[in-house]
């Protein structure tokens, strides 16, 4: 990948503090509730497949993961053995020719680092690669939601705003949809929200992160 791998001295206790997340336990088991049997999955940013990916082949599923963190890829490997995972960056991953189309697509607290295009992006290759009535379950921060305080400016249209965010003991610059944001790039996709719900998650102390309010979505496509 040429560059550190971020996660590397983190995996162990990124995993401790946010695997047993109420609120993402709560939204896989409704996503679960949307999914078609054997359905094939890919998860992208799939960290250390736990939860996630862990539930979705334990109900039958067929899952395909991507992180661009050869560390997050190992750890996934271990967890979820009958996975297929690969080291990948979201932002410049393409579908390999002749894949057939997916049942659905998850993305779970993974989109803080791109840019506003780069997310654009991302959800327009996304809605592709779905099948017609296909899932996209989404898990992110919302800017409506943010601390105030931490929002450095909105986009001129309000769909998106530059954040300061705690996370694993390290300050960060990230980008985040608001609600009406993501509504829009859904709609301009082809795709329609069935289920969404905010939720808050405190980590651990030790994690040394700011909390979390969570929006989570089951949409699908037209």
Known sequence: MGEPDYY???????????????????????????????????????????????CLAAAGHQVEGIDKSPTMIDFSRKNVPSGKFQIADMCTYERPIGSQDLDAIFNVRALFRETRAEIETCVGNWAKWLKPQGLLCVVVLAADDYNPAKIEHYDSDDHCARVKRRFMGNDEHCV?????????????NGLEVLD?????????EEADSDEAAQYCFVARKL
């Open 8 to 54: 590397q001295s983190i995996v162990g206790a990124y995993q401790d503090a946010y695997a047993d997340d109420h609120v993402l336990l709560g939204f896989i088991q409704r996503a679960l509730g949307y999914l078609e049997p054997h359905s094939r999955i890919l998860d992208v940013g799939c960290g250390t497949g736990k939860p996630l990916d862990m």
């Open 176 to 188: 985040l949809f608001s609600r009406t944001g993501w509504e829009h790039l859904l709609q301009v």
């Open 196 to 204: 969404e719900k905010m939720e808050l998650f405190v980590p651990p």
